[in-house]
């Protein structure tokens, strides 16, 4: 019987290439996992974590100017530091990396700062030394990284999501180019913390597949901050000019930025890894292939996380990461659900969600009930801020079954959470209506929407 040097390599040390190390090695698998780059991978390095850190940073500009509606009055203009906020998260990733990596060799996982790249169905070369390690089992857990098209003049002069977090200096003048989630946070962000903001969109508005009224109230908000949006148009060019960035927008118009945030979107991080060389089935955006049980068409090659592009988000790919390596190694037989999974876009207010939307809905069920509440959050009373917290429930009228849940206000991703507990259930919105409500809170409005707003037929 042939002997491999290993019996697991994995590739990548993100969240789900961590847990499946980790895992594994509890199983008593001998495994190697490579990084590139840092231990932890996006979400700790640069994703969730650090842009957790700087939201919470960017609101305090809004409770100062609160604060006064509530008797208090500063003694002076407060004053933001960017530096000493990126040294602050610095030292709190470097501390996160430093637990990750412990937790692997505390398991015993062999880890190699290098890139690997696979040579065939079970061979891995690192490219720091030019080794190549033989594997029983090769885990893809490569991530995604941000993409950089369209390719127009210019695109070297704007920054990714990456550089974002560590700029040397503060742009007084941001340019965000894109309307996803991670476009619209770090929006957000640097209005808060004293930028000038831009977001510029192809489409007609932010956050495509988000419900609309989520997509459009916060947009109302972003606004109400100071951000301004330029929506159905993409740049064409960027120029270095004394000034700044000059950035040349479709419809001819100009605008000067001292950063352009290219954040129109994430690829699979599969280039160059040899995949095809093994015989792996790509889809056609470069992510890899997989079945339920994350097994790529080649059987000793499997993939997790957001290089198979299923849903990118870090607990996802964590629990991919965690059946895989029950399956393989512990003779297990778990299913990762990949239905009703609660999410939050981080702005300010947050989007908190699961489910599906008024529009997914109305497009998959025959009689759809919408449940809405539009209201001033108490805190705003007092401190004055122009600001509404939308409330959404999307029902399956025949089953009464609750199958979406949006809000639009502070705190919306700690209520999405819980409310995805109530949704994976099959709650049904009489359960909404049979529990009672705390008050005083926003969340009670979600169990107090007794009259539907509209019904759909299809
Ligand atoms: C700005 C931003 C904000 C985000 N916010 C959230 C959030 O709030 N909540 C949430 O759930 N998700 C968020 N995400 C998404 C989340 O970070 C990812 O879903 C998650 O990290 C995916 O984990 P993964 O294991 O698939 O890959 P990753 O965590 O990306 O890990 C992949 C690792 O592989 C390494 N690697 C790649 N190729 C090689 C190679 N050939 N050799 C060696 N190493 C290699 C990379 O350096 C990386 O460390 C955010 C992402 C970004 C960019």
Redesign the pocket.
Known sequence: MKTFDVDLFV???????VRAARIAANYGARVMV?????IG???VI???VP??LYVYASRFADEFQDAAGFGWTLPQKPVFDWRKLVDAKEKEISRLSAIYQTNLEKAGVKIVQ????IEDAHTVRLLADGKRISAKHILV????APQLEPAIPGLEYTID?NAIFDLPEFPDRLLVIGGGY?AVEFAGVFARLGAQVTLLARADNILRGFDNDMRSGLRDEMQHAGVKFIFGQTAQRIDKTPDGLKVTLSSGETLVADQVLAAAG?VP?TNG?GLEKAGVDLKPNGAVKVDWASRTNVPSIYA????TDRI????V?IRE?HAFADNVFGGKDIHVDHSNVAS?V?STPEIGTVGLSEEDARAQFDVVDIYKASFRPMKATLSGRQERVVMKIIVDAKSDRVLGVHVLGHEAGEMAQLLGIAVKMGARKADFDATMALHPSAAEELVTMRTRSARYER
């Not at 490579?34 to 840092?38: D, G, K, P, Y």
């Not at 857990?141 to 995604?144: D, K």
């Not at 990118?312 to 607990?315: V, Y």
């Open positions: 590739i990548g040390a993100g969240s789900g290439g490579a990084e590139e780059f840092r991978g996006t979400c640069r994703g969730c842009k957790k290098s890139r690997a790249e857990a490569t991530g995604g999501s991670i994430r991080h890894l997790v996380g957001d290089v990118n988000l870090t607990p790919a990461g939050a981080f």
